[in-house]
């Protein structure tokens, strides 16, 4: 029997891959390289051969997360403008990172944590920028609306991230219906 050898590229995907659960549960500090090469299946010296840093690996972890939020955008919002672009960007936020897979949510929450860095700083802010350029250019809406766009995903982060989405207390109903997302 003989394995198939995976290409440094598709290593590289593993290691984001196992690099995006391990950072989205403990943060830039609190993850340790060990892990994330052992989730990978691979040495921890071949992760920094791939990476150089964990830095370098937390911003490429970002940088693909925002990617990835911008594709799902792209995808949602085909052939829409205006606000009907918006609203399908928020319905496939809401049901792929806010009710889906939690771990892109919880990997976003910890790149704004870790602003403080400002090589991550930046990152997050490019890529969020991306974000903000595509919703605009696409809707064709003015900057209020884009504003109240992203306020309102903000929130519904918030939201999500206290796992309110499903059976949500009074107040957090209200917040929700406030953004149009009847639960």
Sequence with gaps: MTSTRLSAAERRDDVLDAALVEFAERGLEGTSTEDIARR???????LFRLFGT????FTASVTRCFRETLEMFQRAAEGKRGQEALHAMGDAYVAELLTGDRVRLRAQLQAYAACDDPDIRAVVRNGYGDLVAYAQR??????PDISRFFA???????????????????????????CGKDR
């Design 40 to 46: 990978a299946g691979i040495s921890q010296p071949y």
């Design 54 to 57: 964990k830095k370098a690996l």
């Design 138 to 143: 696409v809707s064709g809406l003015p900057a």
């Design 152 to 178: 309102t995903g903000m929130l519904m982060n918030v939201l999500a991230s206290m796992q309110v989405m499903d059976n949500p207390e009074p107040w957090a109903q209200q917040l929700l219906e406030g």
